[in-house]
């Protein structure tokens, strides 16, 4: 047996990872948005991604459109990931699987929002808020929580 087969799963099913991550990455849009709202941060996934794409990027809409697909591609390879590779080291049923696995791929990758801070363009002029912050910390943390909940309930291999 080699490496790849002793790593991905063979009950993973690329189709259906693949639709549980658009679904969950819209439940995950839908709660950054209402959490943007209550919370009266800023900070937009979508807005970020636009911004890594260069000073004229962050005022042109298909640039926006072009994010969003950004978004959406992301929240699907993360659900690959999830169903290829993860899910089996997880402990728990399978919501729970998905609610740690999206905690924890937020939580690994949080210690780069001080470099977020200080080089992305649209933190740099204040379009968007600083993301190394309690408040944005939280809302990442209820937005992958979403993500990772909708994935576990959604992907059965």
Partial sequence: MNIIDQ???RRWRAGRAAVA?????TAYSIAMEGDMAITRNRFSDVRFIQGLMGKRATTQKKF???AWI???FNGVALAELYAAIF???LPGPDWLKGAIFGELFIVSAWWLTPLADRYHPLIQNGELPKLANPTSFWQ???RHLVFG????FLYRD
């Fill in 7 to 9: 790593v991905i799963s």
């Fill in 21 to 25: 991550g658009l679904l969950a990455t």
């Fill in 64 to 66: 926006l459109l072009l």
């Fill in 70 to 72: 950004l978004h959406i």
């Fill in 87 to 89: 899910k089996r080291f």
């Fill in 140 to 142: 990442n943390i209820v």
């Fill in 149 to 152: 909940l909708v994935l576990g």
